[in-house]
């Protein structure tokens, strides 16, 4: 769980770094000719104009140099401890592998170019180059830590953990939790099994209720995973609350030396010291989660800006044929219950909501979903851009927030989730979507239990590819307003 995490931002960290190195070497070149130009210094060699035809032939006389930068760079950045534990260093121990490995690799490539006896290779440009790659190396990480930092302090991208055990153990490993505050790690609450800790504080966190109560507190709180730091002997306490977890798509770890791992789904990790026993409902790879966002921001970013006229047309028609605000806003449930403001296009007149009721009796959907053929609260403008599905459109707002992903379970109103039977509430596991699997297989055509079965068929065969194969169907979904009502 954490150790992945962080190895993937390093990795990320690590192509960062290859990109700076890169565009430190091109900064050099041409500053190198600037200071040159200004001093009347000797021209460099193999450096024939201040261009990009010059900085590809200086690159092609000097290849030994050229490929050798970022590999060098990189390998003494690692042996010197750079990238271990890179989201709980401080800045002046960066700043001094900085100088050290900028120092090192000063002399590395000075005995490369004495092996190879690359004797017109500039000493300015050496020390140019690496001066510009540790001052820009410095402030990317100033940069990337102060983004990392700021989205945890502000809530975003937190996981939010109730700890069962109260003992020695679980004390520590709170104690851990709260020296990697900025992994962007909240502790919930504490469970514990005797009845008179319930209410008290430890470690400056509050017992919520002893291990038969956390179903309920699943339903109450915000928990992304519960992590067991109890003894070996309460392990035959936790088999109905892990299924209880697991039936909601609430992911758990056990802090317990067990090393048979004959459980399909079962990931033994190590969280600084606690060994770690997951047991996981969603399965996906961290570089797979990087690119399903990086696609929601950069799809939905064209996407707004490729549909501005449509948002201008249909805010106009509405307001022209009713009275009422162009946007409708209605509170959602987001993942593992999370509650966010849903953007749509207004297609019902002023005060839908309080008409409903009274039209609950003409519901053609069974479960807690409501949606009738013919509705009569459905404006003009309304029907055309349900239909086609233009009333979603400002969902991609809701996409760039993060509420939503482009492909994910529909997001359900609060109190259809109260409804929900045990096993359906695990489709709350994955964050939502624009569209899914539902969305282009008849949508209002088929059963609510139907739905819930392919949302969940959805979350357990996931991967970049189903995504790919949804997003493509929608399309000719959308085209032909199939399904819509």
């Known amino acids: 769980m954490f150790k992945e995490k962080e190895a993937f931002i390093t990795n990320i960290m690590k192509m960062m770094d290859a990109l700076v190195i890169i565009l430190s070497f091109i900064l050099a070149y041409f500053v190198d000719d600037y200071i040159r130009s ?28 050229t490929l ?20 709980t ?25 004495f092996i190879l006896q690359m004797k017109l290779t500039s000493r300015l440009f050496i020390g140019i180059f690496t001066i510009t790659t540790m001052i820009l190396l410095l402030l990317d990480k100033k940069v990337t830590y102060s983004i990392l930092n700021s989205i945890h302090e502000k809530g975003f991208n937190r996981i939010n953990l109730l700890i069962v055990g109260t003992g020695r153990r679980a004390q520590e490993f709170i104690r851990v939790v709260k020296m990697h505050a900025n992994w962007g790690l909240s502790i919930v609450g504490l469970i514990d099994d005797e009845h008179g800790l319930y209410g008290k504080e430890i470690e400056g966190y509050r017992v919520l209720g002893r291990i038969q109560d956390i179903p309920f507190i699943l339903h109450r709180k915000v928990i992304d995973r519960v992590i067991f730091v109890v003894p070996r002997l309460w392990l035959h306490r936790l088999d109905e609350v892990i299924m209880a977890c697991e039936r909601e798509g609430i992911a758990t770890s056990i802090s317990m030396d067990l090393y048979d791992l004959r459980i399909a789904h079962i990931r033994q990790t190590n969280f600084n010291g606690f060994p770690l026993l997951e047991f996981e409902t969603f399965h996906a790879k961290e570089y797979e989660l990087f690119i399903k966002r990086a696609f929601d921001i950069v799809f939905s970013l064209i996407m707004l800006m490729l549909l501005s006229p449509i948002f201008l047309i249909t805010g106009i028609a509405i307001k022209l044929e009713s009275r009422g605000p162009v946007l409708f806003k209605q509170v959602r449930s987001g993942i593992n219950g999370r509650k966010f403001t849903l ?40 029907k055309f851009i349900r239909k086609f599905s233009i009333d979603e459109l400002p969902q991609f707002i809701n996409v760039l927030k993060g509420d939503l992903s482009i492909v994910g379970p529909r997001p359900p109103l609060p109190i259809e989730v109260e409804m929900y039977q045990l096993w ?19 949508r209002n055509k088929i059963k609510f239990e139907r739905w819930m079965e392919m949302d969940l068929e959805y979350i357990d065969n996931w991967s970049l590819w189903l995504d790919a ?16 009502q």
């Open 424 to 442: 359906q509430r695990r489709r709350l596991s994955l964050k939502p979507g624009l569209t899914c699997i539902w969305q282009v297989s008849g």
């Open 469 to 484: 194969k949804i997003l493509f169907k929608t399309f000719f979904v959308v085209l032909f307003g199939y399904g819509a």
């Open 38 to 65: 200004i001093y009347n210094f000797r021209s460099m060699a193999y450096a024939i104009a201040p261009n990009l035809e010059g900085l590809i032939y200086f690159s092609q006389r000097n290849w030994p140099m």
């Open 89 to 113: 260093k401080t800045f002046d121990k960066i700043f001094r592998v900085i100088i050290k490995v900028g120092i090192f690799s000063v002399l590395v490539l000075s005995s490369i170019f």
């Open 343 to 382: 953007y749509k296009f207004r297609s019902m007149i002023s005060g839908a909501d309080v008409k409903k009721k009274q039209l609950e009796v003409m519901n053609e959907m069974d479960g807690p979903v409501f949606k009738i053929k013919h509705d009569p609260r459905i404006t003009k403008v309304g």
């Open 68 to 87: 050798g930068i970022v590999p060098i760079w990189l390998s003494l950045l690692s042996i010197f401890g750079f990238y271990k534990d890179v989201r």
